[in-house]
């Protein structure tokens, strides 16, 4: 089993950065694939980016391209979701998902990973 936690959200001005981490405990043995997901308020889940286990391959939705950024520390078990000129419409609940035979293809349907965090919420004031 592997435990995934979420940190670094909370209430941002528009423009401002976050830097959101993802955790990993249990059996963090071998390369996971972490995607990074969120959902808004009364809006389907959607996946923003995503990462090889060994950080090779890095893959961003179009909406979030050029403002966000994901990088890993295997030696922490941890990845990173740096999110730069915060948004309106980046509001939401930010989850990271790990699962090993995850296709780079698909990284960003949910249906390809094993495992799942809490989440972090992330806000922008007004």
């Known amino acids: 089993q592997l435990q995934l936690v979420e940190s670094g959200g909370g209430l941002v001005h528009p423009g401002g950065s976050l830097r959101l981490s993802c955790a990993a405990s249990?059996?963090?043995?071998?390369?996971?694939?972490i995607g990074w997901f969120r959902q808004a308020r009364g809006k389907e889940r959607e996946g923003v980016s995503c990462?090889?286990?060994?950080?090779?391959?890095?893959l961003y939705a179009d909406v979030v391209k050029g403002r966000f950024t994901i990088s890993r520390d295997n030696a922490k078990n941890t990845v990173y979701l740096q999110i730069h000129g915060l948004k309106s419409e980046d509001t939401a609940v930010y989850y990271c998902?790990?699962?090993?035979?995850?296709?780079?293809?698909?990284?960003?349907?949910?249906?390809?990973?094993?495992?799942w965090g809490q989440g972090t919420q992330v806000t922008l004031s007004s």
């Open positions: 990462i090889r286990g060994t950080g090779s391959s890095k």
């Open positions: 998902a790990a699962g090993r035979l995850v296709r780079m293809d698909f990284c960003d349907e949910g249906s390809e990973y094993d495992y």
């Open positions: 249990g059996a963090t043995r071998g390369y996971y694939a």
